[in-house]
């Protein structure tokens, strides 16, 4: 079984940073791409960036230039800078990995951390 935990959101000013962290565990050969969405109340989730294993990132043109994604292959963690929050970030932010096992590639979920951009 293949758990994603994610935490670092909270509550911050416009202009201020948040760090979310992202843990996937469980039993997995590899985790080809991972990458984190959002969804704010009454929209739809949407992408905010994702990085390979190779560590090629792909960002959403909202964040690009303020927003940062990384991951520790070795501890399986995946990792969102961001700085210069604006009110309009405000959001649940989810972790998302593509798992490789024996099975094949899986997509996993995480459940979420709250964000909250104030002014």
């Known amino acids: 079984q293949v758990k994603l935990v994610e935490s670092g959101g909270g509550l911050v000013q416009a202009g201020g940073s948040l760090r979310l962290s992202c843990k996937v565990s469980?039993?997995?050969?590899?985790?080809?791409?991972a990458g984190w969405y959002r969804q704010a109340p009454g929209k739809e989730r949407e992408l905010v960036a994702t990085?390979?294993?190779?560590?090629?990132?792909n960002y959403a043109e909202s964040v690009k230039g303020r927003v940062t994604i990384s991951r520790d292959n070795a501890q399986n963690m995946v990792y969102l800078q961001m700085n210069s929050l604006k009110l309009d970030d405000t959001a649940v932010y989810y972790c998302?990995?593509?798992?490789?096992?024996?099975?094949?590639?899986?997509?996993?979920w995480g459940q979420g951390t709250q964000v909250t951009v104030s002014s």
């Open positions: 990085v390979t294993s190779g560590s090629t990132t």
């Open positions: 469980g039993r997995f050969d590899s985790i080809p791409v």
């Open positions: 998302d990995a593509i798992v490789a096992d024996y099975g094949g590639n899986r997509r996993y």
